[in-house]
């Protein structure tokens, strides 16, 4: 299982995900790529850019998403101006080939 975290900046989000069983790090790596994260948050916007820091220091992953707030804060017309609900949309994101127990992001 992992926790997930989401916060803003202007037109960036930041989407943090810390791998509570550190025996899934190297599975999730290789899982949760930006092309895996952009595709399953395309209702963001086309113009998404999704950058990825490995942390595995403290078994986590850091995601960027640039262009995700259609400009942020009161200047976006989005439902979610500030992102606060990107961390639980992105916890029902399916990691296939893992543990049962762990196929979600919850």
Avoid: W
Avoid at 36 to 64: R, S
Avoid at 77 to 105: H, M, N, R, W
């Amino acid at each position: 299982s992992s926790g997930i975290n989401a916060e803003y900046g202007g037109n960036s989000a930041n989407l943090g995900i810390i791998c509570r069983d550190k025996s899934l790090y190297n599975a999730l790596d290789a899982r949760l790529t930006s092309a895996a994260v952009k595709e399953y948050l395309t209702f963001l916007g086309e113009d998404l850019v999704v950058t990825k820091y490995n942390l595995p220091g403290i078994g986590a992953f850091n995601f960027n998403l640039d262009n995700a707030l259609g400009g942020g804060g009161v200047a976006s017309l989005k439902t979610d101006p500030q992102g606060k609900a990107i961390g639980q949309i992105f916890s029902d994101f399916v990691i296939e080939g893992l543990k049962e127990k762990s196929c979600y992001l919850s």
